[in-house]
């Protein structure tokens, strides 16, 4: 499957942005999606994930309360709406398929898939 995101930018601190992920070439329904980010110096990290169905939902606990995660299986298409940015949340987000997601360690998701990222920018 290919997967291409879109949405980063420049946003001020408190801020927010929404992020997309549209994929083709596979059945999308098929696949646990999330999102990932990289900061400068920094290991990519685990952001956000969602089921196939969308009826389970995990978050990092440093963007919980503020980073909504959701799923459009008719479009192949995946969304990460990021509210109440801060300045930490600066990084290169790339979104990320997996035929498998350990529901008791989400942030261990191993991606079979991955897209190119998009910048997003948190201005103090």
């Known amino acids: 499957v290919q997967l291409q995101a879109s949405g980063g930018g420049l946003v001020q601190t408190g801020g927010s942005l929404r992020l997309s992920c549209s994929a083709s070439?596979?059945?999308?329904?098929?696949?646990?999606m999330g999102w990932f980010r990289q900061a400068p110096g920094k290991e990519r990290e685990f952001v956000s994930a969602?089921?196939?169905?969308?009826?389970?939902?995990y978050f990092a606990d440093s963007v919980k309360g503020r980073f909504t995660i959701s799923r459009d299986n008719a479009n192949g298409a995946v969304y990460l709406q990021m509210n109440s940015l801060e300045p930490e949340d600066t990084a290169t987000y790339y979104c990320?398929?997996?035929?498998?997601?350990?529901?008791?360690?989400?942030?261990?998701?191993?991606?079979?898939?991955w897209g190119q990222g998009t910048q997003v920018t948190v201005s103090s």
């Open positions: 969602i089921t196939q169905s969308g009826t389970g939902t």
């Open positions: 990320a398929a997996s035929y498998f997601i350990d529901s008791q360690a989400p942030a261990q998701m191993k991606p079979d898939y």
């Open positions: 070439g596979g059945v999308f329904s098929t696949y646990t």
